[in-house]
């Protein structure tokens, strides 16, 4: 009966937020014709990506041309694609690897890949590990072994990260990483000078390298400012806010402000809100906007309930924030939680193994399709349920309505 009443109503709600469907990952304008007249030179480069990593012969002819690559024969790059898969790479991986990097299916499997791969299983980056690394960035095989990549690892122990934490360094690298890597090394005693626990140094490898990579002068004057901002550098927020600092400049941070007063927060409010959950003020205005008109003019909250919690402003919009909306109102409308008895913005800071299982799999019996729905992302839209102005739950074809939160 329930699965009957979710195909029977068909009016959508949240109409701005329902942009779940993923983009093509390949539009162009190529078609099979391409392969004509002046083209007939890449037939064997196209063919082999066809056929070798599944591409379209769109995106083949694609690849071929835009990174100029073209195979004499099929021995360099079946090497590479049997040493990848000899370190545990899928066909998945290595055809996600081809479209980022095709050029690397010219080198020599044996003298060029092979010592980076064993490098790389080394100091403990080997496996499904390994595999995410090279698909987030394949560049990373272009590198000189001797003069990039050993080097920085080299370094990377004088900053204690530890080898279980190199994948997130190594899967950001760049050309200028060593370089970069020097100047991080240098700002360290800038931390320990003011009393960051060297313990916690490894657990801000996504924040550090951005917030240390200027001169030592910078680095002091924005030490120096966090500081005066409330933050103790032993808590674990300090870094995340010397982050935000260093890469927000003096303009930037006041059309911030700005920004945050259109919402009727006054200066205290975001700094409170900045000392409680500091990654908030890196988002862009776009994306905070988005958020704060759901939660404010859809759900019914009040601006200041969000500086309580700022975290709410760092979670996904279509991941975590509209489906857990979604499941909280078709329960209430369902009967089955009173609306005193939850708080969407205290709802949404807990885990997901919480929230499925005190929202979604105890009532799994009541609602049988509200897990698989909830597990692809499905929103009210799709039970035909609409919001009233105020943020209640209300049904399209008539039944009682509930009010906000």
């Not at 859809?298 to 309580?308: K, R």
Request: aromatic share 12%.
């Amino acid at each position: 009966m329930f699965g009957l009443y979710c195909r029977t109503r068909l009016q959508l709600v949240f109409p701005s937020y329902l942009c779940f469907r993923k983009t093509p990952p390949f539009i162009t304008s190529f078609s099979s014709k391409s392969l004509s007249g002046d083209e007939k030179g890449r037939s064997f480069t196209v063919s082999y990506f066809v056929n070798s990593f599944g591409f379209s012969p769109e995106l083949a002819l694609f690849l071929s041309k835009k990174h100029k690559i073209q195979f004499e024969s099929r021995e360099k790059p079946d090497s590479v694609i049997k040493l990848l898969k000899h370190y545990g790479l899928t066909g998945t991986h290595v055809s996600e690897i081809a479209r980022k990097r095709p050029h690397l299916f010219l080198f020599n499997a044996e003298k060029t890949l092979l010592p980076k791969l064993e490098f790389f299983c080394s100091i403990g980056i080997s496996g499904t590990v390994l595999a995410r690394l090279l698909c987030n960035n394949p560049r990373i095989l272009a590198l000189s072994l001797e003069r990039s990549l050993r080097p920085c690892y080299d370094l990377t122990k004088t900053l204690r990260i530890p080898d279980e934490k190199l994948r997130y360094f190594f899967g950001d690298f760049r050309r200028n990483s060593l370089e970069r890597l020097c100047i991080v090394a240098r700002n360290i005693p800038v931390l320990i000078a003011h009393d960051v626990p060297q313990s916690s140094f490894p657990l801000w490898v996504p924040f550090y390298f951005r917030a240390l990579s200027f001169d030592s002068e910078k680095v002091k004057t924005n030490v120096h400012k966090v500081i005066s901002m409330g933050f103790d550098p032993s808590s674990a927020t300090f870094m995340k806010a010397l982050y935000v600092i260093s890469v927000t400049d003096t303009l930037k941070w006041e059309q911030k402000m700005e920004f945050y007063s259109k919402w009727g927060w006054t200066e205290d409010d975001v700094l409170l809100a900045f000392r409680r959950s500091p990654l908030f003020m890196s988002f862009s205005e776009k994306i905070i906007s988005s958020k704060m008109d759901f939660y404010v003019n859809t759900m019914g909250c009040q601006p200041s309930d969000v500086v309580g919690c700022p975290d709410v402003l760092t979670y996904s919009l279509e991941k975590r924030i509209i489906p857990r909306c979604s499941v909280i109102r078709l329960l209430q409308l369902e009967g089955l939680i009173a609306k005193e008895d939850v708080s969407i913005l205290t709802i949404l800071q807990k885990s997901e193994k919480w929230f499925l299982e005190r929202f979604v799999i105890k009532y799994q019996e009541q609602v049988p399709e509200l897990l698989t729905s909830y597990k692809e992302k499905i929103s009210l839209a799709k039970f035909g349920l609409g919001l009233d102005e105020r943020g209640g739950v209300k049904q399209v074809e008539g039944k009682a309505c509930y009010s906000a939160f």
